[in-house]
């Protein structure tokens, strides 16, 4: 439940606080929805407690809220997207010139955006002036995200969200090769390796692009592809393709090089050079396989995010 | 000494390239016939 | 009956699989004939969407359903994850 208190003299000054004890969030984000209208639709905070209290000064012509606001075991759905235990902890203040701060931590412990990501923590603080949009800067403190098998270093940006522009390094460590060919569930493909390397992210307004990223690896791995029907027999015609499956039916690499080259429409352009060889195919000569691979991730994650849905509620119903 | 003739294997690589365009379709074209359904048949849904 | 004034009055909700469901345990005959016709319609279009995206006809509907759901208006019935009637 809610309560407040607020006092005022005869010159207008005074106070008004309130706090609102711990709030269950089971289904209420409708409610929620009429105090905070910009709630993005897609937005469901499903399960949580939140606590709130704030403080507002005010005197004759000026006025200052100081705000803080904290959510624990939280679960919220964002369109496809999931996430549980979501802790988020903020400090919030505005004041009559309109300059703002909100200053907190976000921790995500399990999020699904078709694939499992845990993040280390998201410490943020976003200021600015809500009259001068050009004003506004959120920055991230550096972060980790555990993924894949492996992690994704982010160091501290600083940006306008409203007008992004910005260039920083990301490094990876440790991405399972397994891990990845896992998302295309293909029968027959199976690949064992990690994937280190760095990728320089370009944040404008039009989003997110990656231009000759470099990953790669100079552990051993192995890929081994054994075709459906459908492939082998496209593999007939084409000569290209028909030596790629040979030597992919067991090709032991030495050295992987992966460029990664990503659009804001979720267009990828994926060069992978793989040097190695197939003990068992041509008495083993060495092999040197370029592969180009074009796809859109994004239509990948949205595929990943149906086919989880999908499969949940085929389960359920059969279960019944 | 006989000197001996051994076919050893070559040992320049074989270099092989490939072109591959992974298309996510499936899925995604569930949710576009789902999008132009609701769209013409609204009455029904 | 309109579906539309079926839907804000409680008497029908989305299900799960797609198809239109009445609440309730005793549907008068106009809300019966209503869901029969409506789903009768919807399986028609979903076997035929169902085979142009090639994907087996329950796995349209399991998508279906949950665009519908999600898609149902604040008030509306709607199904949960373990088939019950809950308004959104």
């Given at each position: 439940q809610l309560d407040a208190n607020y006092q005022y003299n005869t010159q207008g000054a005074?106070?008004?606080?309130?706090?609102?004890?711990?709030?269950?969030?089971?289904g209420?984000?409708?409610?929620?929805?009429?105090?905070l209208p910009e709630l993005p639709a897609k937005l469901d905070l499903a399960q949580g407690n939140l606590t709130h209290n704030a403080s507002l000064r005010f005197s004759a012509n000026r006025w200052s809220l100081q705000a803080n606001t904290e959510l624990t075991s939280g679960v919220v759905n964002y369109g496809e997207i999931y996430a549980q235990n979501v802790d988020w902890k903020s400090q919030f203040s505005l004041d009559s010139t309109g300059q703002f701060q909100d200053q907190g931590n976000l921790l995500l412990e399990y999020a699904n955006i078709g694939l499992p990501i845990t993040s280390s923590g998201i410490r943020y603080q976003y200021r600015g002036n809500t009259s001068n949009t050009n004003t506004h800067q959120l920055r991230l403190?550096?972060?980790?995200?555990?993924l894949l098998g492996g992690e994704i270093y982010?160091?501290?940006?600083?940006?306008?969200?409203l007008n992004p522009n910005s260039i920083f390094l990301v490094s990876i460590r440790d991405i399972q090769l397994s891990s990845i060919l896992e998302l295309y569930a293909q029968q027959g493909l199976y690949g064992e390796g990690t994937i280190d390397g760095q990728l320089p992210i370009q944040i404008t307004p039009l989003g997110i692009s990656i231009t000759r990223g470099n990953l790669g690896s100079v552990i051993p791995g192995v890929i081994r592809y054994t075709p459906s029907h459908g492939v082998g027999a496209a593999a007939s015609s084409?000569?290209?393709?028909?030596?790629a499956l040979d030597a992919l039916t067991d090709l032991r690499y030495t050295l992987l090089d992966l460029e990664v080259n990503y659009q804001p429409s979720g267009d990828a352009h994926l060069i992978a050079r793989l040097q190695g060889n197939n003990p068992n195919w041509q008495q083993g000569r060495p092999i040197d396989l370029t592969l180009s691979v074009e796809e859109n991730i994004l239509d990948l994650l949205t595929a990943l995010q149906i086919s989880n849905r999908i499969t949940d509620s085929l389960d359920r119903r059969f279960r019944r | 000494c006989t000197p001996t003739v051994q076919v050893a294997a070559p040992t320049d690589p074989i270099t092989i390239n490939l072109n591959v365009k992974i298309q996510h379709e499936?899925?995604?074209?569930?949710d576009r016939e789902i999008d132009a359904l609701l769209e013409q048949n609204s009455d029904l849904f | 009956l309109s579906l539309e004034q079926a839907k804000s009055q409680g008497l029908v909700g989305e299900q799960l699989n797609g198809y239109l469901g009445a609440v309730g345990?005793?549907?008068?005959?106009?809300?019966?004939?209503?869901?029969n016709s409506i789903n009768q319609q919807r399986n028609e279009l979903y076997k035929q969407r169902a085979r142009e995206s090639s994907v087996t006809l329950d796995v349209f509907e399991a998508r279906a359903?949950?665009?519908l759901r999600e898609r149902a208006n604040s008030g509306e019935f709607i199904q949960d994850s373990n088939g019950q009637w809950r308004r959104k």
């Open positions: 005074g106070f008004l606080n309130w706090t609102l004890a711990r709030y269950a969030l089971q209420q984000t409708p409610v929620l929805r009429r105090f403190e550096s972060q980790k995200l555990f982010l160091p501290a940006i600083q940006v306008n969200p084409n000569i290209g393709l028909r030596l | 499936i899925l995604v074209k569930v | 345990n005793s549907p008068s005959a106009e809300v019966r004939n209503l869901v359903g949950e665009r």
